[in-house]
């Protein structure tokens, strides 16, 4: 039974990861813009086909894991740079322009890469065991990849000075422009991460998963799940409740049902929903990142 | 003004002076209903390109003749985006065209079902393919209703006979997804395999747009399970194939209800072995002569290569030549209700041998796919 409750841990882990990963992004470009980026997911979609691509021909996982956070991280500033700069202001015309975008690059996508699924080869393949523990490999390595991504993430934000300004824009946006901040410039680099990051999730989620262009559909939920039930535009929320999540529906799935898979993350988001109305790091009328 | 008028006499009459008028005047409209965006297009983008291959090869032989006049086909084709309420107003914009008294189209049940009440509504003789199509056939008002693809009520026992004579198995777990055709397979397949001597140990539902299924599988580790009934899709199928290799301590013989090698072919080794169903033909892995000169055809029509998809491309496929060939027998393009009881005669032998029962549903033999120890074979089951 532990060997059992263990390794369902580990894969709860694993999946919150991914989900996590995703959510930063959104999260992140709320904190500081207000807008609700549904294009998140679409990115992930994206950046799962650079690595599958980069696969094909022969540069391999790694390679393909930085050119998928390269390029989204570009497709991010362009996006923002041509489209969500002109609805800053206007979180419902934000909004509007990300759910165009998901039918945009959807279809593109379809038309681009067939709606047939695909598949990449893990660069680890096999498993580890542990005495009585198994752990697929890929597994392991998806759950470190995803705690490193998070963890990077984090020190950015806390440490660096960009990292600094973009709190200091999610606590005032103009607070923060009267001190100096160059507004457009960290609205800039605040989409450029939230995409690379998505880009990162969707090589990690290529490297488990088959891959489509409609692919973007659940990551999104979760990760919308996941920012409300953190706290709108909290980070450290976000990253809590990703791995909360990953927990409950993986051990809801193995103990209860598996039907029933989305409802324990539902269940988990109502019931903090209500001893927690702001989400679990969220605060009274403000944001936080 | 008497120069004006004969000179607009002749403007009307000039289509039925130029060559090739009587066929414009002369056309047989098939409406083409499919979902070519979305999610399920990796299903009807070649379902559809498979009607407008026979459409063309109809066409290229001059037609069909009817009472003496001769007929081409025409389709007017829409996209049911992959969503039962788009389905419903692409089938709406099809009947519109009150020239359209056949469809074709749909292999999905969300917007098959959908699609289909509006063709039942309109009286067209409509052809689709979807699973819960069996839960309207044989019903009043469905006379005109035909399944171009075999039920599992059909497939399931021939299926089972050829898998378990390549695969021999004592106890199985059934992993499907939480929809309600999966429901409908559970509760036909377990009787079947426990009545051939294997215990179904477990039924398991996952949620449908699952991707990590290892909480479903963990819950069969080292339970002494020797196979796994997998379905129902390639993409669902893989998923459970890999992460089961992965995960280790699982059975290493599926038996797929789904059409295609492809979610195992990676694995071969990995795994003892993998049967799948075919409801039209194995084009990837078949050896039989007949189907080389149709794939020959596909790829010039298509300007694509075979893939482990294509085989969709025959759902329609000779179901349009039937409807061609009933509606001379009948002597009317338009008289659905004739041309419908001519496509329950006898069984039509064309690339696939499709048949028609009296409710509508197919009696089409179809391929059992084999893989085991790393080779593919390809085994013809016939349905009576």
């Known amino acids: 039974m532990l060997v059992d409750v263990t390794q369902t841990v580990v894969d709860g882990l694993m999946v919150g990861g991914l989900y996590t990963t995703v959510a930063l992004g959104i999260t992140l470009v ?84 067939t709606p ?45 000075r960009y990292g600094k300004a973009i709190r200091a824009m999610g606590q005032n946006r103009i607070g923060a422009a009267l001190a100096g901040i160059r507004i457009s410039d960290v609205t800039s680099a605040v989409f450029i991460a939230g995409s690379a990051l998505a880009g990162a999730a969707g090589v ?6 088959a891959i489509s262009p409609y692919m973007g559909a659940t990551p999104l939920m979760k990760g919308f799940i996941l920012t409300a039930l953190g706290g709108l535009g909290s980070v450290p929320g976000a990253i809590a409740a990703g791995f909360l999540l990953g927990l409950a529906e993986t051990f809801g799935s193995r103990y209860l049902s598996a039907s029933f898979r989305d409802g324990y993350g539902f269940m988990v988001l109502i019931v903090t929903l209500l001893f927690f109305p702001n989400g679990l790091w969220g605060r009274r009328g403000k944001v936080r990142v | ?15 039925f002076a130029l060559p090739g008028a009587s066929a414009w005047a002369d056309t047989v409209k098939l ?175 996952f949620q449908p ?36 290799v992965e995960l280790g301590n699982l059975p290493r013989v599926f038996l797929y209800r789904g059409g295609s090698s492809a979610p195992a072919l990676k694995y071969a080794h990995d795994i003892t072995g993998f049967t799948w169903q075919i409801l039209t033909r194995d084009l990837q892995a078949s050896d039989d002569p007949s189907l080389a000169d149709w794939k020959r055809r596909y790829e010039a029509f298509t300007h694509k290569q075979v893939s482990s998809q294509t085989y969709w491309a025959l759902t329609f496929y000779d179901a349009v030549f039937m409807v061609a060939d009933a509606m001379q027998k009948v002597g009317s393009v338009t008289d659905v209700k004739a041309i419908a009881a001519q496509l329950k005669g006898p069984r039509y032998q064309g690339v696939r041998t499709v048949g028609f029962d009296r409710d509508g549903r197919a009696l089409s033999d179809f391929d059992v796919g084999i893989l085991r120890d790393g080779k593919v074979s390809v085994v013809r089951a016939t349905v009576q």
């Open chain 2, 209 to 244: 747009d699952t991707t990590d299924y290892a909480p479903v599988l963990r819950k069969f580790q080292n339970q002494g399970i020797d196979g796994m009934l997998i379905g129902t899709t390639d993409p669902q199928a893989e998923a459970i194939v890999r992460q089961s």
């Open chain 1, 204 to 209: 990690l989620y290529a490297s488990l998963f």
């Open chain 2, 1 to 15: 003004m008497r120069r004006w008028a004969l000179a607009l006499r002749l403007l009307l009459l000039l289509p």
């Open chain 1, 30 to 113: 709320f904190g500081i813009t207000g807008i609700l980026n549904f294009a998140q997911g679409q990115l992930v979609m994206l950046g799962a086909y650079v690595a599958y691509f980069a696969a094909a021909n022969g540069l391999g996982f790694w390679a393909g894991l930085g050119l998928a956070m390269l390029a989204m991280g570009a497709l991010g500033l362009a996006l923002e740079r041509t489209l969500f700069r002109h609805t800053l202001g206007d979180p419902m015309a934000g909004l509007t322009v990300s759910l165009g975008l998901i039918m945009v690059i959807e279809n593109l996508s379809a038309a681009a890469f």
């Open chain 2, 31 to 205: 409406g083409l209903v499919g979902s070519t965006t979305g999610p399920h297009s990796g299903f009807d983008l070649p379902a559809n390109e498979g009607v407008r291959m026979a459409v063309a090869e109809l066409n290229g032989k001059g037609g069909i003749k009817v009472g003496g006049k001769s007929y081409t086909f025409q389709l007017v084709e829409e996209d049911a985006q992959s969503k039962p309420d788009f389905a419903a107003s692409a089938a709406q914009r099809v009947l519109q065209d009150d020239d359209v008294h056949v469809v074709f189209g749909i292999l999905t049940s969300g917007p098959g079902m959908a699609a289909a009440t509006a063709f039942q509504r309109a009286k067209v003789l409509y052809v689709g393919g979807f699973t819960l199509m069996d839960t309207l056939l044989g019903k009043p008002g469905a006379e005109l209703m035909f399944r171009a693809l075999d039920a599992d009520a059909v497939v399931a026992k021939p299926f089972i006979q050829a898998s378990l004579q390549a695969l021999p198995i004592k106890s199985i777990a059934i992993v499907l997804p939480n929809e309600d055709v999966s429901h409908e397979i559970a509760n036909l397949y377990k009787p079947l395999l426990e009545s051939a001597g294997v215990k179904v140990v477990a039924t398991e539902f």
């Open chain 1, 116 to 160: 047939d699924s695909r598949t990449l080869d893990p660069p680890l393949p096999g498993s580890i065991h542990l005495g009585a523990l198994t752990f697929p490999s890929q597994r392991l390595l998806v759950l470190a990849l995803a705690v490193l991504l998070v963890t990077a993430f984090r020190l950015f934000l806390q440490r660096t």
